[in-house]
């Protein structure tokens, strides 16, 4: 038997991809990645379905994957030089590529796989309907994939067992008053509500549906005025959606990946009974009885359009389809022009940032301080994130930097390692020396200002200052908390970079209290559900940490059940095929 081990190396959508071709007998064997800075719940999903179809067809002449096309095509066409390169000539197999047309016929159509649908679908499930859900990229979790798992526990079995008499301090009326002051009154109170009274079911369902286990999360922010932030173990959103997706799937429900919605269509009577979606070999037909559209937000589509010059860390998919495939609906929003603005963030590739938040969270506890160009301090660096970003948008280059001792950083540096950073991503920073964003560097106090481009003078005096305050116990400039205050160890400082940053969208489509869609008349919409952040409201102009998540979870479960009981009540709908007079989509101008 022969064998052959062939190096190729991609440039993905964060950096270099290398990886090993296996080849025996003039056959590819395997494809193993030695080294990657792509976004672990994205890759870990997209890669091991590129590596079967690649196998599969004994070619690397196959589809890139919807979603990650960059990446996963890079790795294609470096595979195939790699290859040529080496002189092996791999014989494909043939494949049949003819386009199929497919009808389902089912209780419950979810669009969407974030949080949101997969709750809403598994929900449903449990509820014992036929239930599919469609996602139009090549992997799952939507913009969740990109969020720690993080959650309220507020009026949850689960909450009163993790944190026993600090849980009976909570309660939905606190957590509603607690988003109402950090918003400043700008939430919707019937969607706050509805998340309110929700969440607490919607933790305990899905954590007996999926077997998930829960702990106190480890960062509980100052926002929340009890202890109630909960989250997987691993912190990983991919571990919740894997097991989610998988118990869902395992229990019957089936999921169509790289599916893309075109057009919704209506019967005789004006109810909204199928939709038509596009895969790369197939047009699919879904007769369903309810729809619950949880297609997340449209950040990414007023990035590239140029809506906002704020730096964007979403997935690039957030392109709001149902804009298009929706319109003719007839739909009411609300607040479109609203973004979640968060202060922590690293802006990894120009207009493109990725979160430092719980990092900068634990700095900041341990004691470090936040900095402008001028080498001063701009907050009370233990205050709200609010207060955080108003400062950091106060500053004329819109532009912060973290300052720690090689204590914290070490900290720091660990929990950026949990939430979405790869170890050769961050040494990839330092490279840079500061030359350009994002900017991290490290060495004595002189050296790091001069790399980072700050006033040295300045840096060294507030640093000094900032010693006599933690000395007293009294921050005269901020009025810091003194138990956050901790003198600086060592003479090797760490300066990191701070931009704002948004993924989310904070508006969205008007719904009632069962999540059922509304037009502009503010009539109910016959069999439409909507969850997630398509829904605009519950947190108002500002959300506290957890509580998107937290959103997606209950506005899930909600439209989950509203969706299965409405289907228990539903005549069998007819066929799009013989009683469709009216479409909604933009294929179909």
């Given at each position: 038997?022969?064998?052959?081990?062939?190096?190729?190396?991609?440039?993905?959508?964060?950096?270099?991809?290398d990886?090993?071709?296996?080849?025996?007998?003039?056959?590819?064997?395997?494809?193993?990645?030695t080294?990657?800075?792509?976004?672990?719940?994205?890759?870990?999903?997209?890669?091991?379905?590129l590596?079967?179809?690649?196998?599969?067809n004994?070619?690397?002449?196959v589809?890139?994957?919807?979603g990650?096309?960059?990446?996963?095509?890079a790795?294609?066409?470096?595979?195939?030089?790699?290859?040529?390169?080496?002189?092996?000539?791999?014989?494909?197999?043939?494949?049949?590529?003819?386009?199929?047309?497919?009808?389902?016929?089912?209780?419950?159509?979810?669009?969407?796989?974030?949080?949101?649908?997969?709750?809403?679908?598994?929900?449903?499930?449990?509820?014992?309907?036929?239930?599919?859900?469609?996602?139009?990229?090549?992997?799952?979790?939507?913009?969740?994939?990109?969020?720690?798992?993080?959650?309220?526990?507020?009026?949850s079995?689960?909450?009163?067992?993790?944190?026993?008499?600090?849980?009976?301090?909570?309660?939905?009326?606190?957590?509603?008053?607690?988003?109402?002051?950090?918003?400043r009154?700008?939430?919707?109170?019937?969607?706050?509500?509805?998340?309110?009274?929700?969440?607490?079911k919607?933790?305990?369902f899905?954590?007996?549906?999926?077997?998930?286990?829960?702990?106190?999360?480890?960062?509980?922010?100052?926002?929340?005025?009890?202890?109630?932030?909960?989250e997987?173990?691993?912190?990983?959103?991919?571990?919740?959606?894997?097991k989610?997706?998988?118990?869902?799937?395992?229990?019957?429900?089936?999921?169509?990946?790289e599916?893309?919605?075109?057009?919704?269509?209506?019967?005789?009577?004006?109810?909204l009974?199928?939709?038509?979606a596009?895969?790369?070999?197939?047009?699919?037909?879904?007769?369903?009885?309810?729809?619950?559209?949880?297609?997340?937000?449209?950040?990414?589509?007023?990035?590239l359009?140029?809506?906002?010059?704020?730096?964007?860390y979403?997935?690039?998919?957030?392109?709001?389809?149902?804009?298009?495939?929706?319109?003719?609906?007839?739909?009411?929003?609300?607040?479109l022009?609203?973004?979640?603005?968060?202060?922590?963030?690293?802006?990894?590739?120009?207009?493109?940032?990725?979160?430092?938040?719980?990092?900068?969270?634990?700095?900041?506890?341990?004691?470090?301080?936040?900095?402008?160009?001028?080498?001063k301090?701009?907050?009370?660096?233990?205050?709200?994130?609010t207060?955080?970003?108003?400062?950091?948008?106060?500053?004329?280059?819109k532009?912060?930097?973290?300052?720690?001792?090689?204590?914290t950083?070490?900290?720091?540096?660990e929990?950026?390692?949990?939430?979405?950073?790869?170890?050769?991503?961050?040494?990839?920073?330092?490279?840079?020396?500061?030359?350009?964003?994002?900017i991290?560097?490290?060495?004595?106090?002189?050296?790091?200002?001069?790399?980072?481009?700050?006033?040295?003078?300045n840096l060294?005096?507030?640093?000094?200052?900032?010693?006599?305050?933690?000395?007293s116990?009294?921050?005269?400039?901020?009025?810091?908390?003194?138990?956050?205050m901790?003198?600086?160890?060592?003479?090797t400082?760490?300066?990191?970079?701070?931009?704002l940053?948004?993924?989310?969208?904070?508006?969205?489509y008007?719904?009632n209290?069962?999540?059922?869609l509304?037009?502009?008349d503010?009539?109910?919409?016959?069999?439409?559900?909507?969850?997630?952040?398509?829904v605009?409201?519950?947190?108002g102009?500002?959300?506290?940490?957890?509580?998107m998540?937290s959103?997606?979870?209950?506005?899930?479960?909600?439209?989950?059940?509203?969706?299965?009981?409405?289907?228990?009540?539903?005549?069998?709908?007819?066929?799009?095929?013989?009683?469709?007079?009216?479409?909604?989509?933009?294929?179909?101008n």
């Amino acid at each position: 038997m022969s064998e052959k081990i062939i190096k190729a190396t991609a440039e993905g959508r964060n950096g270099q991809i290398d990886f090993d071709i296996k080849v025996e007998n003039n056959q590819i064997a395997d494809i193993n990645i030695t080294k990657t800075a792509e976004t672990p719940g994205i890759f870990n999903q997209v890669v091991g379905k590129l590596k079967k179809n690649i196998i599969n067809n004994q070619s690397f002449d196959v589809d890139a994957i919807s979603g990650a096309s960059i990446m996963t095509q890079a790795m294609l066409d470096s595979g195939k030089k790699a290859l040529k390169e080496n002189g092996v000539n791999i014989v494909a197999k043939s494949s049949d590529k003819s386009h199929q047309d497919v009808t389902y016929d089912v209780d419950v159509a979810v669009i969407g796989s974030g949080m949101a649908g997969l709750m809403a679908a598994s929900r449903a499930l449990s509820m014992g309907k036929n239930v599919l859900l469609i996602e139009k990229n090549g992997y799952l979790g939507g913009a969740t994939i990109l969020n720690g798992s993080n959650v309220v526990g507020t009026g949850s079995k689960l909450a009163a067992a993790l944190f026993g008499e600090e849980a009976k301090k909570d309660s939905p009326q606190l957590l509603v008053q607690d988003i109402v002051r950090e918003c400043r009154g700008t939430n919707y109170p019937l969607l706050s509500n509805i998340l309110a009274q929700n969440i607490g079911k919607a933790v305990d369902f899905i954590t007996e549906f999926a077997d998930l286990t829960y702990q106190k999360a480890e960062t509980q922010t100052i926002e929340h005025s009890v202890d109630r932030q909960i989250e997987m173990p691993t912190e990983s959103s991919y571990e919740l959606i894997t097991k989610v997706a998988n118990a869902f799937t395992k229990k019957g429900g089936k999921i169509l990946l790289e599916t893309r919605v075109e057009q919704l269509n209506k019967n005789k009577r004006g109810q909204l009974v199928s939709l038509v979606a596009e895969s790369k070999h197939e047009t699919v037909t879904v007769n369903f009885k309810s729809l619950v559209m949880a297609a997340g937000g449209w950040g990414a589509r007023d990035y590239l359009k140029h809506k906002t010059n704020i730096p964007y860390y979403g997935p690039m998919t957030s392109t709001g389809d149902y804009f298009d495939f929706a319109k003719n609906m007839n739909l009411a929003t609300r607040n479109l022009d609203w973004y979640k603005v968060y202060p922590h963030g690293l802006e990894v590739e120009p207009g493109i940032a990725k979160l430092t938040t719980y990092s900068t969270k634990e700095a900041t506890d341990m004691g470090a301080i936040f900095v402008n160009t001028s080498g001063k301090r701009i907050v009370n660096e233990s205050a709200p994130y609010t207060h955080f970003r108003d400062a950091i948008a106060e500053q004329k280059d819109k532009i912060a930097f973290v300052v720690m001792d090689e204590r914290t950083w070490n900290r720091f540096y660990e929990l950026l390692l949990k939430y979405g950073f790869s170890k050769d991503e961050v040494q990839g920073f330092f490279d840079l020396d500061g030359k350009k964003s994002p900017i991290l560097v490290s060495g004595d106090l002189q050296t790091v200002a001069k790399k980072a481009g700050i006033d040295y003078e300045n840096l060294k005096k507030t640093l000094t200052d900032y010693d006599k305050y933690v000395a007293s116990g009294n921050d005269p400039e901020f009025g810091r908390p003194s138990q956050f205050m901790h003198k600086y160890e060592g003479n090797t400082y760490f300066v990191i970079e701070q931009k704002l940053r948004f993924c989310t969208t904070l508006g969205g489509y008007e719904t009632n209290q069962h999540m059922q869609l509304l037009d502009q008349d503010f009539e109910a919409l016959d069999n439409f559900y909507a969850a997630g952040e398509i829904v605009g409201g519950a947190n108002g102009h500002d959300s506290m940490p957890s509580m998107m998540n937290s959103w997606s979870y209950a506005s899930g479960f909600v439209a989950g059940t509203e969706a299965a009981d409405n289907a228990n009540y539903q005549k069998l709908a007819e066929t799009a095929s013989n009683s469709t007079d009216t479409v909604s989509g933009a294929s179909k101008n």
